[in-house]
T-cell receptor, first 117, second 112 residues
Framework: AQKVTQAQTEISVVEKEDVTLDCVYE???????LFWYKQPPSGELVFLIR??????QNEISGRYSWNFQKSTSSFNFTITASQVVDSAVYFC??????????????FGQGTILTVHP | NAGVTQTPKFQVLKTGQSMTLQCAQD?????MYWYRQDPGMGLRLIYY???????DKGEVPNGYNVSRLNKREFSLRLESAAPSQTSVYFC???????????FGPGTRLTVT
């Protein structure tokens, strides 16, 4: 069975600090997909990124960047120069591409990020 | 283009009552999903439908049933509500099962 662990339950930073959210996954699948979602205080879930297991290139989108390392089964998310609007719960999620796990997204427990002005 | 819509937004039920949560998407997506979110537990998959005409159990299906009414609509039914089903329920859809999912605004359900 797949498992996603977000070790940091809560993180608190001051605006303009950089912050990294950790995500570690467990799987026996060779093909899989990894995701990050943001859940702001309003409650909706916002898709941020999808990576497949064959693409280990890091990705940058504005102040957001993602570091995928297959060797350590990690898919970490960094926010550079954090802002108050980044305050949210962030979820890492895993989707296996084979067998009975196909189509079943497994979420981590989430990291609550609070950015103080 | 409304994306994924859910009704109702809030609901209070008494133990033993039944209700259906409605979900619709206008993105022509093939796959649809129902999740529940409980404090400290992330989101857990209840049921999903990879394509019209198919449904499959997720991690926590007990006490729920689903119907994929057509390509746009996927409903979740609680036949006999229990306090343990107090939660926030999210519907989601994706173009295909391996693609990113887009979520509705959620339904906050309380069972007393």
């Amino acid at each position: 069975a797949q498992k996603v662990t977000q070790a940091q339950t809560e993180i608190s930073v001051v605006e303009k600090e950089d912050v990294t959210l950790d995500c570690v996954y467990e799987t026996r699948d060779t093909t899989y997909y990894l995701f990050w979602y943001k859940q702001p205080p309003s409650g909706e879930l916002v898709f941020l990124i999808r990576r497949n297991s064959f693409d280990e290139q890091n990705e940058i989108s504005g102040r957001y960047s993602w570091n995928f390392q297959k060797s350590t089964s990690s898919f970490n998310f960094t926010i550079t120069a954090s802002q108050v609007v980044d305050s949210a719960v962030y979820f890492c999620a895993f989707l296996g591409a084979g067998g009975t796990s196909y189509g079943k997204l497994t979420f981590g427990q989430g990291t609550i990020l609070t950015v103080h002005p | 283009n409304a994306g994924v819509t859910q009704t109702p937004k809030f609901q209070v039920l008494k133990t033993g009552q039944s209700m259906t949560l409605q979900c619709a998407q206008d993105m022509n997506h093939n796959s649809m999903y129902w999740y529940r979110q409980d404090p400290g537990m992330g989101l857990r998959l209840i049921y999903y439908s990879a394509s019209e005409g198919t449904t499959d159990k997720g991690e926590v299906p007990n006490g729920y049933n689903v119907s994929r009414l057509n390509k746009r609509e996927f409903s979740l039914r609680l036949e006999s509500a229990a306090p343990s089903q107090t939660s926030v329920y999210f519907c989601a859809s994706s173009e295909l099962s391996a693609y990113e999912q887009y979520f509705g605004p959620g339904t906050r359900l309380t069972v007393t």
